[in-house]
């Protein structure tokens, strides 16, 4: 009994053994055949958002073509080192991933995925770039420029310290909150960074509609802060009129400190009439949608002693249904001067500079 069961195990093996030995030819026939053969053609697929394309076929073929020495149609398959290649690609600053393979016909497949740019940045000293959602800095392309928050007055350093990689986060999260809802989008022209202190700072929004200045602060709370941005400006801005404020100050949580300023009656009537009709139609979208969101009491805010102010409006908000994080549709500019344009496709912006408003009575 023991005999006829040794003889099974050993014809098992011998089989198993046959079969992978079997297999291993072939595979190693299929890898020499493979290597033998050549590059039929090649397919080059750029992918990026909504079409935006700040590299193109020319592009990657270019790379390419340095690194195979300005042959890849009909070079043998076994001279290409894929991986080498793809990481050469993902050299390219605007290049977030790159994959090649070939296929059974024996054409070399690439495939690259394009960086998105969140922000625009600008330098104390003028200087220009992108950043996208991982905080990495691409330089402006001659092919195109993108529609995307600017911010100024960012410090002009070839090597980031903590302190700057802190704002630079900070910049990236309120650019990604802004560009996510065409009503921001429409509303904000650019955001100003300045520096109130050791590892402090702070933005100050300027609007495309309104002549008035939106301090926020930091980048914390910041859907908060353009929440009762947006309450300030659907239950007062819209109803008292707009040439009463030159400051409205969102930074500090529970509380709307607009402070007042005069302003030519012609030009308050049309910002108003602007105002209105952005107003209206981010009504219109919340109409359209069913998100709730509860309301948030906003408290009034605490005035440190000696401190003046020409007039402050406290807003308590009602139920923040009329709060809709959602995109809200475009509204249209009143403001014949922009501090910094939108950017369009194949136009750059030009930076202008402003002064800023400053709170009266304060520093």
């Known amino acids: 009994m023991n005999t006829k069961r040794i003889i099974q195990k050993i014809i098992f093996v011998t089989l198993t053994l046959t079969a992978c030995s079997g297999l291993l030819v072939l595979l190693v026939a299929a890898i020499g055949k493979k290597n033998k053969e050549h590059?039929?053609?090649y397919v080059i697929t750029v992918k990026?958002?909504?079409?935006?394309?700040?590299?193109?076929?020319n592009d990657v073929m270019k790379r390419m073509g340095a690194a195979t020495n300005g042959r890849i149609k009909g070079k043998p398959i076994s001279?290409?080192?894929?991986?080498?290649?793809?990481?050469?690609?993902?050299?390219?600053v605007w290049i977030q991933d790159a994959q090649l393979y070939?296929?059974?016909?024996?054409?070399?497949?690439?495939?690259?995925?394009?960086?998105?740019?969140?922000?625009?940045?600008?330098?104390?000293?003028?200087?220009?770039?992108?950043?996208d959602s991982s905080e990495k800095q691409m330089p402006l392309s001659g092919k195109m420029s993108a529609r995307v928050p600017v911010f100024t007055n960012f410090p002009d350093k070839r090597f980031l310290d903590q302190q700057d990689s802190a704002l630079l986060n900070d910049v990236k999260k309120t650019a990604a909150f802004i560009i996510n809802d065409?009503?921001?989008?429409?509303?904000?022209?650019?955001?100003?960074?300045?520096?109130?202190?050791?590892?402090c700072w702070s933005f100050e929004m300027v609007p495309t509609i309104g002549d008035h200045i939106v301090k926020l602060g930091n980048g914390d709370d910041i859907d908060k802060k353009f929440h009762r941005l947006f309450v300030f400006y659907q239950q007062v801005m819209s109803k008292a009129g707009f040439d009463k404020y030159n400051i409205v100050d969102v930074q500090y949580a529970g509380q709307v400190v607009g402070s007042?300023?005069?302003?030519?009656?012609v030009d308050s009537i049309q910002l108003k009439l602007?105002?209105?009709k952005l107003l209206k139609e981010a009504e219109q979208m919340q109409k359209d949608t069913a998100t709730v969101i509860p309301a948030t009491a906003i408290e009034k805010p605490v005035i440190q002693p000696g401190q003046e102010v020409a007039a402050q409006t406290y807003v308590r908000p009602k139920a923040e249904k009329n709060f809709d994080p959602k995109p809200r549709p475009t509204g249209s500019s009143g403001r014949t001067t922009k501090a910094v344009s939108k950017t369009k496709s194949n136009t750059e912006p030009k930076l202008?500079?402003?002064?800023?408003?400053?709170?009266?009575?304060?520093?």
């Open 39 to 41: 590059c039929r053609d």
């Open 48 to 57: 990026g958002v909504k079409n935006n394309f700040f590299i193109d076929e």
């Open 79 to 92: 001279l290409f080192n894929l991986r080498k290649l793809e990481q050469l690609l993902k050299d390219d």
């Open 102 to 131: 070939f296929d059974n016909h024996d054409v070399l497949h690439i495939s690259v995925l394009e960086r998105e740019p969140v922000a625009r940045i600008f330098t104390t000293s003028g200087n220009s770039f992108y950043i």
């Open 182 to 199: 065409s009503f921001w989008m429409a509303q904000v022209e650019q955001i100003d960074i300045t520096q109130c202190g050791y590892n």
């Open 260 to 265: 007042k300023a005069k302003m030519n009656k």
């Open 274 to 276: 602007n105002i209105e």
């Open 352 to 363: 202008i500079k402003r002064p800023k408003a400053v709170m009266p009575g304060g520093n």
